[in-house]
């Protein structure tokens, strides 16, 4: 039989290389870590840092030859910035220098109090990964202590501001060293000071992810026409320059990425047409042009039929070109705030992968055709504040997954069709001040996912369809001066036999209750009961029926 001391040294050596036990050294470093880490809900994990072996602790790995640890994930509250003010703070301590052999270290959404980003970060020389975006650190970063992180191929620094906090460097000559760096997220980092901040990026030969976004950047070097010729960061994913008041026109550098599959120039100030060379973009799947100066769109942009999100709200554009219905596999396109005239360009009709259609706030005229029931993806239309006119065409119940529907303040007549009781997912349905004559259709009590209805301001006339009051989800109802008549008491009676459902549990019942209820000059007539009009949910109850 082997002596007791034997056993347990080959029970701690078969531990040792199986990989199942860290560095003892490391693990007291790892304790120290935690140590000044203030724990919150979120980061109740921290408490199984228990035991010897270190290795199997949440948020750590170790190499599996040599144990040591290789990576270090304090993250909380992810996606969720708004904790960031209940977090207690946190200290960083100098310890994490260490772990030499670190190569991932993600200190994201934690608070460090507005502490200076540590120098001691930079004598981790085997990262490849280092994230410490909304940390809640603040200062000048230190380039040179970043600077000796050759291997980074994942550098994010994006944070949150606040009053009492900020981020910046005067430079990104430390990047240089950085040549197999892919991903760099500086977002809300200011760079102001850097007026050569392209010439040091165009150093990144590999870089996939460039976030810039809310930087301060300048535009100077925008326009450099060595770029044309030297231009090293082809292989560009994403670019994220939003946010910047650039104010100037787009760069033809800019059209040499043929790579891009997410463009994000919206709120730039950018200003001139779009060049014809933007057809050179086809691989794009995200172009965010919005709130910028752009006029004319040229046709080649019917090349970019990878396109799925194209925002262009808040711009200049007049028309679009007949190549816009070549974007087949668009699902998102916003094209709210322009100066958009004549009728809804014919192309859009051949979108049929639409999810959300946005045309508020332009000068559209004209009828709303029958190919609008060819987008039955459809579930979010906005045209509120055009000059559309005529009635609305019987195909729209092919929208079976519209949600949310505005016609605002246009220039619809007619009667509403029948087929509006095919929506069955609808939730929001506006079209006050237009024109819409005629009784509402029956099909309006089919609406069983509506919260608000607004047809205020219009010329509708008759009573009130039967089914209306078993709208049991509806929150708001405004049907002020129309022409209604009738009896409201079976709308009122259904609504009341909703809270009745609610308060015995049904799920008929809405969440949140019908807080608006406006009748104001028709020619209703009927009683309010003393149920309904004392509701604790009323924000407002205007029943004047003439």
């Known amino acids: 039989m082997l002596p007791l001391f034997l056993v347990s040294l080959l029970i701690s050596l078969a531990i040792t290389i199986n990989g199942k036990s860290c560095i003892d050294t490391e693990r007291q470093a790892l304790l120290s870590i935690k140590s000044g880490i203030q724990l919150s809900n979120n980061q109740s994990w921290l408490y199984a840092w228990t035991g010897h072996d270190c290795c199997n602790w949440p948020g750590v790995a170790c190499n599996n030859v040599t144990s040591h640890v290789i990576k270090l994930d304090l993250r909380q509250y992810p996606n969720d910035f708004f904790y960031y003010y209940d977090m207690p703070p946190s200290k960083l301590d100098s310890s994490l220098s260490q772990l030499h052999h670190l190569k991932h270290l993600d200190l994201s959404s934690n608070n460090f109090n507005n502490s200076p980003i540590p120098d001691f970060i930079g004598s981790l020389s085997n990262l490849e990964y280092l994230n410490l975006s909304s940390a809640g650190f603040s200062g000048v970063i230190p380039h040179e202590a970043l600077g000796n992180l050759s291997n980074l191929h994942v550098l994010d620094i994006n944070y949150y501001i606040s009053e009492d906090s900020f981020l910046s460097t005067d430079n990104l000559h430390w990047?240089?060293?950085?040549?197999?760096?892919?991903?760099?997220?500086?977002?809300?980092?200011?760079?102001?000071?850097?007026?050569?901040?392209?010439?040091h990026i165009n150093m990144l030969p590999s870089v996939l992810v460039l976030k810039l976004s809310n930087a301060y950047l300048q535009a100077g070097g925008m326009h450099d026409a060595t770029l044309l010729h030297h231009l090293n960061f082809t292989s560009l994913r994403v670019l994220d320059l939003s946010d910047n008041s650039l104010n100037t026109t787009l760069p033809d550098w800019l059209f040499q990425l043929r790579g891009l599959i997410h463009l994000d120039l919206s709120y730039c100030d950018l200003y001139g047409n779009l060049p014809v060379s933007i057809g050179n973009l086809s691989k794009l799947r995200t172009l965010l042009l919005d709130t910028n100066h752009f006029g004319v769109i040229p046709e080649s942009l019917g090349n970019l039929t990878e396109l799925v999100s194209f925002g262009l709200s808040a711009n200049m554009i007049t028309k679009l070109p007949d190549s816009i219905g070549r974007l087949h596999k668009l699902e998102k396109f916003v094209l709210s705030g322009n100066q958009l005239k004549g009728r809804i360009s014919q192309g859009i009709w051949e979108l049929t992968n639409l999810q959300l259609l946005d045309?508020?706030?332009?000068?559209?005229?004209?009828?709303?055709?029958?190919?609008?029931?060819?987008?039955?993806?459809?579930?979010?239309?906005?045209?509120?504040?055009?000059?559309?006119?005529?009635?609305?065409?019987?195909?729209?119940?092919?929208?079976?997954?519209?949600?949310?529907?505005?016609?605002?303040?246009?220039?619809?007549?007619?009667?509403?069709?029948?087929?509006?009781?095919?929506?069955?997912?609808?939730?929001?349905?506006?079209?006050?001040?237009?024109?819409?004559?005629?009784?509402?259709?029956?099909?309006?009590?089919?609406?069983?996912?509506?919260?608000?209805?607004?047809?205020?301001?219009?010329?509708?006339?008759?009573?009130?369809?039967?089914?209306?009051?078993?709208?049991?989800?509806?929150?708001?109802?405004?049907?002020?001066?129309?022409?209604?008549?009738?009896?409201i008491n079976d709308l009122v009676d259904g609504l009341?036999?909703?809270?009745?459902?609610?308060?015995?549990?049904?799920?008929?019942?809405?969440?949140?209750?019908?807080?608006?209820?406006?009748?104001?000059?028709?020619?209703?007539?009927?009683?309010?009961?003393?149920?309904?009009?004392?509701?604790?949910?009323?924000?407002?109850?205007?029943?004047?029926?003439?």
Not at 512 to 531: E, R
Request: proline share 3%.
């Open 175 to 199: 990047l240089s060293g950085m040549t197999r760096l892919q991903h760099l997220d500086l977002t809300n980092v200011d760079l102001s000071m850097v007026s050569d901040w392209l010439h």
């Open 359 to 487: 045309l508020s706030l332009n000068m559209l005229e004209g009828e709303i055709p029958e190919a609008f029931g060819n987008l039955k993806l459809l579930q979010y239309f906005d045209a509120d504040g055009n000059k559309l006119s005529g009635k609305l065409p019987e195909t729209i119940g092919n929208l079976v997954h519209l949600q949310f529907l505005d016609l605002s303040k246009n220039a619809i007549s007619g009667k509403l069709p029948e087929s509006l009781g095919n929506l069955g997912q609808l939730q929001t349905m506006k079209m006050p001040s237009n024109g819409i004559t005629g009784p509402l259709p029956e099909s309006t009590g089919k609406l069983s996912s509506l919260r608000e209805l607004d047809l205020s301001q219009n010329n509708i006339t008759g009573t009130l369809p039967k089914g209306m009051g078993n709208l049991c989800k509806l929150q708001s109802l405004n049907l002020d001066n129309n022409s209604i008549s009738g009896d």
């Open 496 to 546: 009341s036999k909703c809270r009745e459902n609610k308060q015995n549990g049904s799920e008929s019942g809405s969440k949140d209750g019908l807080s608006t209820l406006s009748f104001g000059n028709n020619k209703l007539n009927g009683t309010i009961s003393t149920s309904i009009a004392t509701w604790s949910m009323w924000t407002s109850l205007i029943t004047r029926c003439n």
